[in-house]
Structure formats: structure tokens, C-alpha cells
């Protein structure tokens, strides 16, 4: 038997130049040893001239197999039979290109044609075995092999957008206004960069399976699995002619996107920010007894108190589109509008672009009675997986609910709770680490306040606001104004970008001030209930 095992380097090396793809490599150095170790080697006097001549013998199968197909799409444009002998390197290596392109042409076939081509041709089945695995007539096998062989022809020569295909895209911020299901929110499902960028690829018009192969220079194999994973989230709409289009809101911070948001969000600030905080301060909410501030904290209370009713309070804008015509009731039980910012670095000059990367909220989590409302950003909690962050906060929420209403629990569960950053060791004994209050009158009393200041702010900002509409809706595709609608209705409330702009202003005011380590994980969080 000849030692195969000391030429394995060499003969895969050997395949791999000389076939089309890895995987062919592989399967032809497997060959080659299995037909060297058939063979025992004693009368065998030069054993690496038979070791080579083996090989080029097995490399000439592969290229007769490969001819089947080669020669069936078409005579003038493929040779008519392979050598039965080895090619000379030219010919080996127009050979291989041939074969790497039928290989890619197949791909832009339908599943069941493409399934039948490389049954027949790659596999060598027999039209009848074939016709019986597809649960088909073997003249209907035959007519798909007509069929795929025309189109294997046509799609010889093709325009490609290729774009995506040199620089594909990627998304630096997620947003999911809504409630999120067991899948979890628009980072989760937009997990890989192929659907990211299939996404982008049909934001502005659909696009057939094969459409997006072309702009994206991907297999429509590949494509079509995760066109069918984005279709069962419904981040992408089946349109007539299996065209498909994004359900999802693309931002790009352009510079005249940038130029309006900042008027409108500093102007809004400006209104907003210390005239609210000096309300709040005024009224001595600190010392409400149905309000619990840690350690009576008054910076504390008003990283939370602040943006909650910057959110909460409502202007009186119109809201003609509700949210469960704008949002997507999604099959994993979530229901949320999904929206991202494109990674443009040189969109990204924005000084506050940065800080917005690391913001997250507003969030809302109710169980049991209790509510819990949550911003995270830079300079408190961190950013949090949406699914994880939802599992776990409404967890909490009930063992929170058995600590309120002194219920016998366990110790281990107040722990967890002093750990999750929920409970808090304090002077007086074990207490609640975040703001909390306690119930809905004075919530409501809370938020009154923002309201009232907001009375005259649509006016006072119609200019800035309408402008900052107009090119919102401009850069919006037709298929997803409607839901841009609905969000450009919160300009002056539930609006991560309002909130960031008023905190930012208290911070450069002085007024807000550097919270101190511990209390970061239970900043601009506040209990209700």
C-alpha cells in the first residue's frame, strides 16, 4: 500500500489549482487517496511518478464530469468535449472559469430548478429517479432542464448595479418604538450584514430575489433564506411579482437633516429646559411624601424626574395616525415600528452623534401595577439588549411588587434585586434605588407642568418644525410615510432626541450636575406605583 498520507499536502495543493472551487478540491484529493490506497504498492517501482499519474488521471474525471454541463448550455460558447488528456495550464484555466461561472449562473435559478440542474448534471441522476424525489413527471424534469438551460444562456451577460457590491452598508443606531416580541427588536433581526444590506437595497423600490443577487454581487440562494427570515419578522413587504420592499425607516444624518434637527431640537430646549426645572424645583417635590428620592438627593431626583415629564406631557398637537396603524403586529407576539441611522462617517460631523449612539429609551416595562420608565445613555446606565433588558425588567418588577406590599419573600430575591441594581442598602435600612412615585395623582400633578409649558410651542416653533417635516417626509419612500407621520406627531414629547437635547442643556447650564458612581445604574429611571 503506498503512503498516501506523505503527499497530502501536495495533492490538495494540486486540486485546489485545478479546480473550480474548495469544495471540489476536497472531494478530488479524497479520490485520489482512496484509489491510492486500493492499490498495494510492492511492484510498483517508481511510486511518485504512479502517485501523479493517479492524480491527473482523477483531475481528468472531474473535468469530463464537469463537460456534461459545460456542453449543454451551449456549443458555441463552450467546447464542444473536454480532453481526455490533462490541459495545458491555459486551458486548465479557462476551464475552471467556465465552470465557476456556470456555477454562479445556476444560482439565479428557482429552487426547483436549481435543484433539478445539479441533480442531473452535478449528481448524474437519471431523469426518472429525479421526476420521483420532486414528486414530478419526467417530462416535466425534462422541460425544467429546457428551461434552465435557455436561461443559463440569457443570463450570460448582465448590468449590475453594483454599488452594494464594493461598499456595502451598515447601521450604527437601532431604534423599536413599540413593544418587542420573543425574537427581540430591529438589532436582533437585522442580526447579519446580508439582511442589512437587503434592507437598504429595497428601501426605495422592490426587488426580485434575483435583483438584489445582482446589486449585492450575493447568490440568490443566499438571498432567498433571508429574504424568507425578514418576511416571517415582517421586516420586509411581499409586493405583486415577487418583488419585495424594506419595513423599515432609514436615517442618514445628512448635513441639511442635521442643520434642521439641531434649530428645531436647541430652540426646543431652550423653551423647555430651565423653565421646567425651575417649576420642579420651586414646587419642593423633593419633599413630597408620596415621592421616594434616595437619600433625598435633589440632583438625582431631577435626572429622572426631568425627562420623564419632558416625555409625558403633551402639547396640543394633532394626532391624526395611531400607533397600531403605524406599528407592525409582528408573528413573534412584538408589535413596534423598527427605524436605524446609516453608519455615514462623513454625515457624522454632529457633535452630538456620539452621545446619541450610546442613548436608549425611552423605555417602558409595567407588571403587577408598577411601572418602571428608563432612559440609558452616556452618562448613566449603559445600553441594554431589548430582549434581555424586557425579560429581565419585568422579572423584577414583580419581585419589586412583593417587596412594596411586604410580601414573604425570599432572601435570595432581595439580592437578586440589590444586584440588579433595584434595592439599595441605605442608613435607614434596605430601600428603593430608583425614584419612585407612588401613585398616579401625583404623577399626573407631575406632568401637568411640562403640558402647560408646552401650550405655546408648536406655535413659537412652527417654522423650525415644519422644515424639519418636510425633509423627513422628503427622504422617506412613499411605501413608509405613513409611519413617518406618526412619529414626526412626538416632536414635542416621547422623543429621544428632545430629551438628549434638553438634558444636554441643564448640563451646560450647571444645573444638572455629574451624578455620582453609584447611583448610575438607577439614574433617569423612575418607579411608578
Known amino acids: 500500500m503506498i503512503d498516501s498520507t506523505a503527499y497530502l499536502n501536495s495533492l490538495f495543493s494540486f486540486a485546489l ?61 463552450w467546447n464542444d468535449e473536454l480532453p481526455g488528456t490533462i490541459p495545458g495550464p491555459e486551458e486548465q484555466y479557462e476551464q475552471k472559469e467556465r465552470i465557476r461561472e456556470i456555477r454562479q449562473r445556476i444560482t439565479y435559478l428557482s429552487g426547483l430548478q436549481r435543484k433539478i440542474v445539479i441533480q442531473y448534471y452535478f449528481d448524474e441522476l437519471p ?32 448590468i449590475r448595479d453594483k454599488e452594494l457590491d464594493y461598499n456595502p452598508v451598515d447601521f450604527r443606531i437601532y431604534g423599536t418604538t413599540g413593544a418587542v416580541g420573543d425574537m427581540g427588536g430591529t438589532e436582533d433581526i437585522l442580526r447579519t450584514a446580508l439582511s442589512r444590506n437587503i434592507i437598504f437595497a429595497c428601501y426605495r423600490e422592490g426587488k426580485t430575489v434575483n435583483e438584489l443577487g445582482d446589486c449585492l454581487s450575493v447568490s440568490p440562494v443566499y438571498i432567498e433564506s433571508e429574504v424568507d427570515f425578514l418576511l416571517e419578522y415582517d421586516f420586509l413587504n411581499r409586493l405583486p411579482g415577487n418583488r419585495y420592499s424594506a419595513n423599515v425607516l432609514i436615517d442618514s444624518w445628512d448635513s441639511r437633516i442635521q442643520e434642521a434637527t439641531d434649530n428645531f431640537y436647541k430652540k426646543s430646549a431652550e423653551l423647555l429646559s430651565i423653565p421646567l426645572y425651575e417649576k420642579i424645583i420651586n414646587a419642593s417635590y423633593q419633599d413630597h411624601p408620596d415621592l421616594h428620592i434616595p437619600d433625598g438627593d435633589q440632583n438625582f ?12 406631557s403633551l402639547p396640543p398637537e394633532e394626532k391624526n395616525i395611531a400607533f397600531r396603524e ?26 452630538l452623534y456620539d452621545e446619541f ?47 412594596l406590599t411586604e410580601a414573604d419573600q425570599p432572601e435570595y430575591e432581595k439580592a437578586l434585586l440589590i444586584q440588579q441594581g433595584f434595592l439599595r442598602q441605605s442608613s435607614s435600612g434596605l430601600e428603593i434605588a430608583h425614584v419612585h412615585i407612588k401613585n398616579d395623582s401625583l ?42 407621520r406618526y412619529e414626526l406627531q412626538h416632536l414635542y414629547s416621547s422623543n429621544g432626541l428632545l430629551l438628549m437635547y434638553c438634558l444636554r442643556e441643564l448640563e451646560k447650564s450647571g444645573r444638572l450636575k455629574s451624578p455620582k458612581p453609584e447611583q448610575k445604574e438607577a439614574l433617569s429611571s423612575l418607579l411608578i406605583g
Open 326 to 351: 403605524a406599528a407592525t403586529l409582528r408573528r413573534d407576539g412584538g408589535e413596534y415600528i423598527s427605524h436605524v441611522i446609516l453608519d455615514c462617517p462623513e454625515d457624522m460631523d454632529h457633535p
Open 357 to 403: 449612539q450610546h442613548w436608549q429609551g425611552p423605555l417602558w416595562n409595567s407588571r403587577d401595577g408598577l411601572l418602571l420608565w428608563q432612559v440609558n445613555h452616556r452618562t448613566g446606565r449603559k445600553k441594554a439588549g431589548i430582549k434581555s433588558y424586557s425579560r429581565q425588567v419585568m422579572a423584577a418588577l414583580s419581585r419589586l411588587k412583593d417587596y
Open 17 to 77: 489549482k485545478n479546480t473550480a472551487t474548495l469544495e471540489d478540491a476536497e472531494d478530488l484529493t479524497q479520490e485520489i487517496i482512496l484509489k491510492l490506497l486500493q492499490v498495494s504498492g510492492d511492484d510498483i517501482r517508481n511510486r511518485e511518478r504512479y502517485v501523479w499519474q493517479t492524480a491527473r488521471n482523477s483531475l481528468s474525471n472531474y473535468y469530463r464530469k464537469k463537460s456534461r454541463l459545460v456542453n449543454s448550455i451551449s456549443s458555441n460558447e
Open 301 to 312: 431626583m431631577m435626572w429622572s424626574l426631568f425627562p420623564y415629564i419632558i416625555a409625558e
Open 127 to 158: 431523469i426518472p429517479r429525479i421526476a420521483q424525489s420532486n414528486g414530478i413527471p419526467p417530462g416535466t424534469v425534462k422541460w425544467h432542464l429546457y428551461e434552465a438551460r435557455n436561461q443559463l444562456k440569457e443570463e450570460r451577460v448582465k
Open 443 to 484: 404623577r399626573q400633578e407631575l406632568v401637568s407642568l411640562g403640558t402647560n409649558l408646552k401650550q405655546e410651542m408648536p406655535d413659537i416653533l412652527s417654522e423650525e418644525a415644519g422644515t424639519l417635516k418636510s425633509l423627513l417626509l422628503k427622504a422617506t419612500p412613499p411605501h413608509l410615510r405613513k409611519i413617518r
